[in-house]
């Protein structure tokens, strides 16, 4: 019952200072679009950089290094068992990088739940002959459909089609900075040399484009069947497997797990771009203390027009109290003023943020690194959305909270009697 | 007989700033049930300060204070506003109406926070007080465009809205000149012959008090008279 009467006179009290309501909407607005804007911007650029690095990265990669021996003969010896011992004679074993019985390891990983998918690779170092010119390379041994289910693989391909890999034999994408050092295009065969001496020629099917120039001039691309054949291996031989899981903050954990199931090395993606992760957080940081910023100022703005609003309004407040509103009642008043200027503006806010978002979507943004960009990424992340809504709120609320109290504490004789 | 609807005890009141200074010096005196009271005194003599303190909106005195037989001390200050809204009508020399709302929302405002009625019936009684003060026809006029003493008859509908114990002025005809002061006082007197309406007014003008039926008359904080 009160209630209505309360929004009654905000209400009229707003209405009556309509430019004035305005201009503080306004800035709840400006401010509530900005941080959209800003956040929606910044995030999107982040993703997309995150993007360069994580869609690429396997969560876990599990492989094999060449380690010196952890126990040496002496060791073993028991006389010698509480001594300090520095007779190291045993070199690292002969021991391939091929991982051992992969085919059961990959068994058992996609019978795991928590694993999104698997896709084995081949690293073998290579030549490319260009003439009399060897340049080093490494060709990847991909499973071509895991490899693009779960990285993405055709995104980068940017001249011919990736699929060409699996269908054709002996064939290879090329990244784009080899192949200009070669001249080759799509359909010619080039040579390579592997670390073994033996010469292979293959079908140059597309160009591989990652965004960072260095990978470009020394990657390439061939199926599993080819790598094998290039290194003289069996078809068991498997040097890396890439692990994708679903949740990918179990990663640490999860790599450490399959390190002593399957007594082989295991890294784990955080473990892996450390520096990464924490550039990726302070950008984050910026972008919401910036946000934050622009809310707090326009939550000012509003602290400063309520305040003059009630000075203005010091015989309206002492009449009303003298005609029996209660303190309660004029607190109520102004805050559902200031609330109502809140949500006005923020909803205003919210579609205006949502609005320059899309336009900064259109922009066109073409960059030689990034092949797959073509316009200014934007993230419309919704909890962005909730995070402006509610912020306009409590700023609004908080700005009107003090006038308001203040208001309420009026004595009406002080002004009644200053007449 | 009459019933006693407003009772003072030995009220004292000091100003402390700049200097301690006592006001009202231990004032006694009831009102009536339907009894039209005016209170005099030379400006300073504490009339408007003891009107502030009868009204409820005043609360820093020593003594007591009976409303409807209710002590008014050590009350919470909503409590206090209750009191304001149901039992005391108030018209000050300056009209104090809001800008914002119309004539007729104006009168119906403290009606609309006593809740006791409908916004429909709020309405129609306020409509009524405005025609027993004649200027129904302005109902829907913004404050701003009538004449004072229309603004001052306007305040008294507000006074009136939820039929209060009693309607306290303070100097109501301050502001008018000599026709509407009459117009005003004429109304005040049909509130009291007609409505049996309890009346305390503050004034200066003799005149006025003269035609009262009752005056207090104030000097130095005491009572002199009454």
Known sequence: MNFKLIADVSRSLLLARWKQTLVAAIGVTFGITMFITLLGFMSGLNDMLDGLILNRTPHILLY?????????????????????????????????????????????????????????????????????????????????????????????????????????????????????????????????????????????????ESGISEIDKVQSYANLNTTQKLLGESTGYITDIQVKLNDILQAPNMAKEYHDKFHIEAIDIQTANSQFETGSSVRTLISYAVGVTLLIVAGFGIYNILNMMIYEKMDSIAILKATGFSGTDVNKIFISIALSIGIFGGILGLLFGFGLSALIDQIPFNTASLPTVKTYPINYNPSFYMIGGVFSLVTTYMAGYFPSRKASKIDPVVIIRGK | MSDLILEAKKITKYFHDPLTVQVLKEISFSINQSEF?????????????????????????????????????????????????????????????????????????????????????????AMEKLKILGIDNEALKNPNQLSGGQKQRVAIARALINDPLIIMGDEPTGNLDKKNSEIVFNIFQELASEFNQSLLIVTHDNEFAAKTKRIIEMEDGNIIRM
């Open chain 1, 64 to 208: 094999n290094e060449i380690e010196a021996s952890e126990q040496q003969p002496i060791d073993l010896y028991p006389a010698y068992k509480n001594h300090h011992n520095f007779v190291r004679s045993i070199k690292p074993k002969d021991k391939l990088l091929q991982i051992h019985n992969s085919g059961s390891i990959i068994d058992a990983l996609k019978k795991d739940s928590r694993v999104l998918g698997i896709a084995p690779k081949i690293t073998a170092q290579v030549f490319y002959n260009i003439g009399s010119v060897d340049l080093t390379g490494v060709i990847n041994g991909i499973d071509v459909e895991e490899e693009n289910r779960l990285f993405f693989f055709s995104t980068y391909v940017t001249s011919g089609n990736y699929i060409d890999l699996k269908n054709t034999p002996n064939s290879i994408v090329l990244g784009k900075g080899a192949a200009e050092k070669m001249m080759a295009a799509i359909g010619d065969i080039i040579q390579v040399t592997t670390s073994k001496g033996e010469r292979f020629q293959l079908k140059v099917v597309g160009y591989f």
């Open chain 2, 37 to 125: 009271v005016s209170v005099i005194g030379k400006s300073g003599c504490g009339k408007s300060t003891l009107l502030y303190i009868l009204s409820t909106m005043d609360t820093d005195y020593e003594g007591e204070l009976f409303i409807d037989g209710v002590a008014m001390r050590n009350r919470k200050e909503a409590e206090l506003a209750k009191v304001r809204n149901e039992k005391i009508g108030f018209v000050f020399q300056f009209h104090y109406l809001l800008n914002e709302f119309s004539v007729l929302k104006n009168v119906m405002l403290p009606g609309l926070k006593l809740g006791k009625y409908s916004d429909k019936e709020v309405e129609h009684r």
